[in-house]
């Protein structure tokens, strides 16, 4: 055979075993990558590539694939810090975010939506289409591209203490302008039946026994008609004056609804606070604290005159039932803290639930169901937790029979 035949059949087997060694060797490393890959696709990042007894080039490959899994790693981590810090925030804020997808499903949501729609799940629309309407609900609706998937972004925000708020600043400029038009209506009449009493009485009425003497006097009988007159016209004026007065005294009654205090907030110590209310309270009360050293940061006095209240008030409800009450009467203050950290203060009675159509209207300056009561305890009270930064609410437990009266303090 000629050397030359040879000679090229032993280069082409040598091209042709070498083409099969680096073909192979490129399929294991193809199948390194895409096993990379695969794995980090599927959130998997507990391979390692061996570099210790390798080849320089596998050494070198598998160095580089391991560092690619490491940046990937710290990248998907650091995704998933920023996705719980943000998830954190939206947890944190008492706005409600859902975001719902075109066939209306809920892909996302927070606590506050849960809370604000009274749900423990939300998967789809259709739970929630009823309480969407409520008329204490705001809805805000954004439009976003997720995933090159069309979703919509809902906001909900509790607008009740905003609708609260305004229906007490009407009233507030109602009673100033009302108080204002009486006060200036009714004082000049007050003040000028005081000066006619003052010059009627500096006038002497004519005596019985002058008037005896002159019984035979032509002038008699003009006498007695001017003592008649004198007296009917001073007692028309002390009644004028006595009103007067007395309208003057209920019209100050109501301007308190609106020259409530400047608060000076304090920390104080909830408990020993209402103990000191209970011992105030003419009836027995049952005390819960908790935690037992629990502090609040608030105007002392003016909590204590909202307490002091709505202790009386649980009070007077007992004395008005017609019939004695099944169980044991009982008025339980309960404080503790809330997520938020703020401190609530729950005046809780079982002496039967106030119908709705008069609780929709208690907190109403004017409105009350007490036949010599000023309907101003309530809203005089609301007003001094609206001024302190905090709230008033009424709960009542129809299953149990108690109705509660929430302080919350800020």
């Not at 007894?53 to 391991?66: G, P, R, V, Y």
């Not at 209306?104 to 309407?133: E, F, P, S, W, Y």
């Not at 002390?238 to 109501?254: P, Q």
């Not at 400047?262 to 020993?272: R, S």
Request: negative net charge; glycine residues 4%; hydrophobic residues 40%.
């Amino acid at each position: 055979m000629d050397i030359n035949k040879v000679i090229i059949i032993v280069l082409l087997l040598v091209a042709v075993v070498g083409y099969i060694r680096l073909y192979c060797h490129y399929r294991r490393n193809i199948k390194k990558v895409s096993f990379l890959f695969d794995a980090i696709d599927n959130g998997d990042f507990s391979f390692y590539f061996p570099t210790e007894k390798m080849n320089k080039e596998d050494n070198i490959l598998h160095q580089s694939l391991n560092r690619i899994k490491l940046f990937l790693q710290h990248t998907r981590e650091e995704q998933m810090e920023r996705e719980k810090y943000y998830e954190q925030i939206l947890n944190a804020v008492d706005t409600g975010i859902m975001v719902v997808d075109s066939h209306d499903n809920i892909l996302q949501h927070n606590q506050a939506a849960l809370r604000l729609l009274d749900t423990d799940v939300l998967t789809h629309m259709n739970q929630v289409k009823g309480k969407l309407k409520d008329e204490h609900l705001a809805k805000h609706e954004t439009q976003a591209m997720l995933k090159d998937k069309h979703v919509r972004i809902i906001a909900l925000s509790d607008v009740s203490n905003e609708l609260s708020n305004q229906e007490v600043d009407s009233w507030i400029k109602l009673i100033r302008v009302l108080t204002h038009e009486i006060m200036n209506t009714i004082t000049p009449v007050t003040s000028l039946s005081e000066t006619l009493l003052k010059e009627l009485g500096s006038q002497e009425l004519p005596s019985a026994d002058s008037a005896s003497a002159d019984f035979h006097s032509p002038n008699n009988f003009s006498v007695e008609l001017l003592s008649a007159e004198q007296a009917k016209l001073k007692q028309g004026l002390e009644t004028i004056h006595k009103t007067g007065t007395e309208l003057l005294a209920f019209v100050n009654n109501y301007r308190r609804f609106t020259h409530v205090p400047q608060p000076h907030p304090a920390l104080f110590y909830v408990e020993p606070f209402l103990k000191r209310m209970a011992m105030l309270c003419n009836h027995e009360v049952e005390i819960e604290v908790t935690p037992k050293d629990l502090l609040a940061y608030a105007d002392e006095s003016l909590i204590s005159h909202v307490v002091t209240n709505l202790l009386k008030n649980a009070v007077e409800a007992f004395n008005g039932l017609q019939s004695e009450p099944t169980t044991k009467a009982s008025i339980r203050l309960h404080a503790y803290t809330n997520e938020q950290e703020a401190v609530i203060i729950d005046v809780s009675n079982n002496a039967g639930l106030i119908p709705d159509d008069i609780a929709s209207h208690i907190f109403i300056p004017f409105f009350t169901t007490k036949p010599e009561g000023s309907g101003i305890g309530l809203s005089l009270s609301r007003q001094i937790m609206r001024v302190s930064g905090g709230s008033l609410s009424l709960h009542q437990d129809k299953a149990q029979g108690i109705t509660t009266f929430r302080i919350i303090i800020n």
